[in-house]
């Protein structure tokens, strides 16, 4: 084992850290470590000002003119454009809109459309499961001809064959923190003459994506995660220029209109990504996406990414350091390639361990069995937090203070 | 033609109103004529420091805690229920969720499969477009054995047969303020076979309905006109207890699970209409959509309509004492039985008056080829604003200024 780590040492990281001054761009209660930002992204300072300003000025003062002179009618196209900035997109490739599940419902009938000969959706059981829920829904709707395959992390790259319509996989699995290989298992697919879908929830704002070079053929993803979008932030849905006119998709409301405003009876798709949009769209909510998006775009995603994995191996090593022997088991892979930004590690009093751990302002979360969650955000954490962090953790498995807390706290559903 | 009506008349009108109280409630821009509520209702009082609290303490102050601290995981049933009170629904009938038009392909694809035998959706060329496209793209991705069948409006009566599956309606049309007999439709459907299904887009918070009075089978709703939500609010999907078990819908995202958070790979339809939602839903939008519900849920929606109706009433003859002689046809109809709460006029100049107006503070819009929409909406308007209101268009028509106008506007797309 290495030499002790110490807390001085994680504050001189964070005297040198070029992201340092980012934490100052959000409001963060005192006193509280905040490792859950791959669930609920932090508020940014300007988010409150902002939806106040779209409140009183725009919908209070200007009503319904805004739709024009506060460009609300652009919103979901201006938004997807910065978004596309952070995941290897062109301009006019991403548009926000509805909510992860809804898009990946639009992308998803686009895949299978465009693969006609071909019946299995592959994917692994261990997906975010409203991914699966979504591909069932469309399967049981379109006649059941077509199968949801699924098959281990491990085992996708081997099962991509000449059956497979698309692959639909989550880059980061939400559970393990585990990252597939975007551009190998692309390229297989695209081998075997299936199409490629990338769910992004856990990658977007955290890891660096770069969509067009691996050739992705779909993707979507979450506003209030990494993006730190707000609770329930739209969400978006990238479908490369190629793509774009070969298909209508199903969800044809009339903000994916080529004319909206002209009102015809006849359903005529917009040119290019606008065809993904279905209903009006949340305003308010997508005014502090665009908040989140802009906070996060001044930063460089290679060195989120760098710190992101400086973060994760530091918590790792204190928690190998100053945790052994209470059998906590590391989840998420070494592997930095293999590594979204997240830690996660299972124990069988997981769910107890996270309640001690957020009655001391220790923010992770537990997902079912048996596994403690901790996402590290760079643009708000600190290399003290992690420290810190971990010695609260300390401090509850030698007193065993889990073992009460359990009948303390109320039960965390999320 | 009846006496000339005066200012005094109607200003004696606000004295004696008994929702007079209600327009401190709201907040309208000094000199605004809003006649566009059926829309962008206005912006209620209480809305900002609503959404401040949940922005600064809810999301940021307890960040991922809110989701059941805060209650954010209720909201959708809970806003449902308040509306099921404004549309003669039971509690646990209604959930808020997404947009209008998604939630009409929900209960469109639940209406086709539980009336499996016929193929026909029967609607008017001159339904909201969404509805239709939506129609359109459900029968795409079906495989194009069904049939959107349009008739006139008030041909639809006589058009219902063997043949139709579901009846599809919005009940106020939006360009032209008529309004089906929804008991004597229902009913009809029924004595079909036919399944009913309710567009309330024009009528929630502005006439009284009866869902479950009148026997409907599906309805949705939108939550940014009468309701005053906000710029692009959730809507709302109604489904009635009977038909609740009988059919999961397609959109089955995960917060339609039985149990979300045991993240199981197989998708299972909660009990009740919480299976109607599909993925997380934005929050702080919905937020403001209950801040406008709470508002309307405390006046009475029979003098709503009283209101509504003597407004509307008020309008019509003043535009025909005072507007004679500039070919301004009456769209709406007269019979109050027939009437939604918005008056529509058609010229052919129709556009740039809309414009003079809307530059002389009148704001209303414009819904081509030729129709001037003016929405009333009792709740914040005064009848002295009505008498103001056709004011200024006299002026407007005498000086014909509107001629001058369409060249110094811009061009008003919404």
Chains 1, 2 share one sequence.
Not at 62 to 72: E, K, M, P, Q, V
Not at 224 to 229: F, I, S
Not at 305 to 311: F, I, N, P, W, Y
Not at 337 to 359: H, K
Request: hydrophobic letters at 40%.
């Amino acid at each position: 084992m290495n030499k002790p780590i110490t807390r001085e040492q994680c504050l001189t990281l964070d005297k040198s850290d070029p992201l340092a001054s980012f934490r100052d761009q959000f409001e963060l209660p005192d006193g509280v470590i905040y490792l859950d930002g791959n669930s609920l992204g932090a508020l940014p300072k300007k988010t409150a000002a902002r939806l106040n300003d779209v409140i009183t000025r725009e919908w209070g003062g200007d009503l319904i003119r805004s739709w024009n002179t506060a460009g609300w009618i652009d919103l979901p196209r201006r938004v997807g454009d910065k978004i596309a900035r952070l995941i290897g997109a062109d301009a006019a490739e991403v548009v926000v809109a509805d909510s992860t599940s809804i898009n990946l419902f639009k992308v998803l009938a686009a895949a299978l459309k465009l693969n006609p000969s071909r019946q299995v959706i592959l994917s692994e059981p261990d997906n975010f499961p409203t991914d699966l829920y979504i591909a069932q829904g469309l399967i049981d709707l379109l006649g059941k001809e077509h199968e949801l395959r699924l098959k281990p992390a491990d085992e996708i790259f081997d099962s991509i064959d000449a059956d497979t319509a698309v692959v639909m996989l989550t880059q980061v699995n939400y559970r393990t923190g585990r990252m597939h290989d975007m551009k190998a298992i692309t390229a297989r697919a695209h081998e075997q003459g299936a199409l490629m879908l990338w769910d992004l929830a856990h990658s977007a704002g955290a890891v660096p994506v770069d969509l067009n070079s691996v050739g992705a053929d779909f993707a979507i993803g979450c506003g209030y995660k990494y993006l730190n979008g707000g609770p329930g932030a739209p969400a978006f849905v990238f479908v490369p220029q190629r793509h774009q006119a070969k298909f209508s998709q199903p969800l044809s409301g009339w903000m994916g209109h080529a004319h909206p405003f002209t009102f015809d009876w006849k359903y005529e798709p917009a040119e290019g990504i606008a065809r993904y949009l279905c209903g009006t769209q949340a305003v308010l909510s997508m005014s502090a996406l665009e908040c989140g998006i802009d906070t996060m775009l001044e930063a460089d995603i290679n060195l989120i990414r760098a710190k992101s994995l400086t973060m994760t191996d530091l918590f790792i090593e204190l928690v190998e350091q100053r945790c052994a022997g209470y059998d906590l088991k590391l989840v998420t892979p070494r592997d930095h390639s293999m590594r979204g930004s997240q830690v996660c590690l299972s124990n069988v009093n997981g769910y107890s361990m996270m309640q001690a751990l957020i009655a001391r302002n220790v923010i992770g979360d537990f997902r079912a069995p048996d596994i403690l969650r901790f996402g590290f955000t760079p643009l708000y954490l600190r290399y003290g937090d992690v420290w810190d962090a971990v010695d609260r953790f300390v401090e509850i498995l030698e007193t065993r203070s889990w073992d009460r807390d359990v009948h303390k706290q109320k039960a965390k559903v999320t």
